[in-house]
């Protein structure tokens, strides 16, 4: 049997997680000396002390929750041993008080992308067919099968082509004030680097998200003089739309060929495209965790956060999101806010989200999922803890609403939802190019519309999903790799996965999670 071992985050907590595969039985005795009153399992915590009832149980040096009975020392700190604390105030926070020394600039580090029009990279070439409504999705879909089988091996320098599927678009309240998050999502979707500035939209033709509202005069890249509806400082691109009510369509295959016919346009000219030597500043990463478990916190997810230290000193983008995993560590980052305003405006997404989460009657507590609490994690504040680190330790330039796109570079909180889908699909609108995903409990998640870079929290599951896990955290809680390691081992992989010359795993598989628009607002 191997030398059991568990880790602790700060030297002021009282419980640590059990490291060893497939947990310790009752009886195992530490080197230390700590003897397991309980069966303790994989990622879950023991008590280092004995803590009283009513006593603080701390992990990241911060109280995660409140005994509910006396804990022995060496007994198993479970969910439902603990009652959670109440969310941090939104008032009285520190602001932009962690002034740190900025570190040297990362410099030299490069990629072979693709230039966009409007300055933007992208690291794929892909042609994206934007929808304005789930009625049209079969039709786009069986046209897009038809022109992966019969056109796209003719334009071999284009590297996919998806359907942006969506289920908006109708039987919505499309004049509520929160119907704006939808629809500039929607938009800037079919905006992203990765598509080259090239918009070619299916619409049915009476639903209520009209192509024009969608992606209205002036937001379209020009893209080819041929795409220009005017000449002169007028000139603005033309919105390409298959719309299937006209009466021009005499039957389904009429329709199917019309968006053949357009998308051999787009092709032509995303196939004349050639990747070129930009600097790794030209990077937009997102970053994510889920499927959880307590070794998130550990390993992949401060893993992850070191990267993200590095693609900030190359001068690239890094975003960090959902709210709920990191409400209850604002204070921490209302405090490593660049200016005042960058953390009033982290404070005010929060207070939307608390509202938003009031009106159905659940609280941030809803966040932490069976599978989560199966991986140790007790609940959404210790959860957050380790979702945290995501972030690195840079200053956080920038915030973003759901739905918005980034303008500036450096580290943003862009403002979404936990779920994996959702916040995806919210970090591939504000832009991004290039996805990280940690997991601990395992998904196979992945997205059509930008390489996703899968990094498992533990040995087991890099072993187990040896062919979905693209990076071993696992290797950090075993003393084989560092933090350091790994995230420079991250660092590179971006680099060549942003070139092509790797594939992630989701992208061999061609697995790929649906587009999950976030709609706050009523649906009619």
Not at 22 to 51: E, W
Not at 169 to 180: E, H, K
């Amino acid at each position: 049997m191997s030398t059991p071992l568990y880790i602790t985050m700060h030297p002021a907590d009282n419980v640590a997680i059990v490291a060893n595969d497939g947990g310790l039985p009752a009886g195992t005795v530490f080197p230390d000396g700590l003897t397991l009153v309980d069966k303790v399992p994989q990622a879950h915590k023991v008590a280092l002390v004995d803590i009283p009832e009513g006593g603080a149980v701390r992990r990241y040096n911060a109280t995660i929750g409140y005994a509910n009975k006396p804990l022995p020392r060496g007994s198993w700190v479970h969910e439902r041993l603990l009652t959670m604390p109440e969310a941090r105030a939104l008032e009285g926070l520190p602001i932009a008080t962690v002034k740190p020394e900025p570190p040297p600039p990362l410099e030299g580090y490069t990629f072979e992308g693709y230039r966009n029009p409007d300055g933007s990279v992208g690291t794929r070439n892909i042609l994206a067919i934007t929808q304005t409504v789930q009625c049209v999705a079969g039709v786009t879909d069986f046209a897009v099968q038809r022109i992966k089988a019969e056109l796209l091996p003719r334009y071999p320098n284009v590297d996919d082509v998806v359907a942006l599927e969506h289920t908006y678009g109708c039987g919505v309240a499309i004049d509520a004030p929160d119907a704006i998050v939808p629809i500039r999502t929607l938009r800037n979707i079919s905006l992203n680097p990765n598509f080259g500035g090239e918009v070619m939209v299916v619409s049915l033709g009476c639903e209520k998200l009209q192509p024009e509202r969608l992606l209205p005069p002036g937001s379209i890249p020009i893209v080819d003089e041929r795409n220009v509806a005017d000449v002169g400082d007028t000139a603005e691109a033309k919105l390409d739309v298959v719309c299937l009510q006209d009466d021009a369509h005499v039957g389904f295959m009429s329709m199917v060929q019309s968006i053949m016919r357009q998308a051999e346009e787009h092709l032509e000219r995303l196939n004349a495209r050639r990747r070129e030597t930009v600097p790794a500043s030209e990077l937009v990463v997102g970053v994510q965790c889920g499927g959880s478990d307590a070794f998130s916190g550990v390993t992949a997810n401060p893993a992850v956060g070191y990267c993200t230290d590095l693609l900030v000193r190359a001068g690239a983008t890094v975003m960090f999101s959902e709210v709920t995993e990191v409400r209850d560590g604002i204070d921490q980052l209302t405090s490593r806010a660049s200016t005042p305003e960058v953390a009033e405006a982290m404070v005010r997404e929060m207070a939307w989200y608390d509202a938003y989460l009031d009106k159905g009657r659940v609280d941030r507590s809803a966040n932490t999922t069976p599978g989560n609490k199966k991986g140790g994690l007790s609940n959404i504040v210790e959860k957050a803890m380790g979702s945290i680190v995501k972030s690195g330790s840079a200053p956080i330039t920038g915030v973003i609403s759901p739905g918005e796109k980034l303008k500036q570079k450096g580290l943003i909180y862009a403002a979404t939802p936990a779920s994996d889908f959702i916040c995806g699909t919210l970090q591939l609108a504000a832009g991004m190019n290039l996805h990280v995903f940690t997991t601990g409990r395992g998904t196979p998640y992945g997205l059509a519309e930008v390489p996703v870079i899968k990094v498992a929290t533990r040995d087991d599951l890099a072993r187990r999903w040896h062919d979905l896990m693209d990076v071993n955290a696992g290797t950090i809680a075993t003393g084989e790799k560092t933090i350091a390691e790994v995230g420079w081992e991250m660092f590179q992989l971006m680099l060549d996965v942003a070139s092509g010359r790797k594939k992630t795993w989701a992208e061999q598989w061609k697995l790929h999670n649906a587009l999950v628009l976030f709609n706050p607002a009523p649906v009619t």
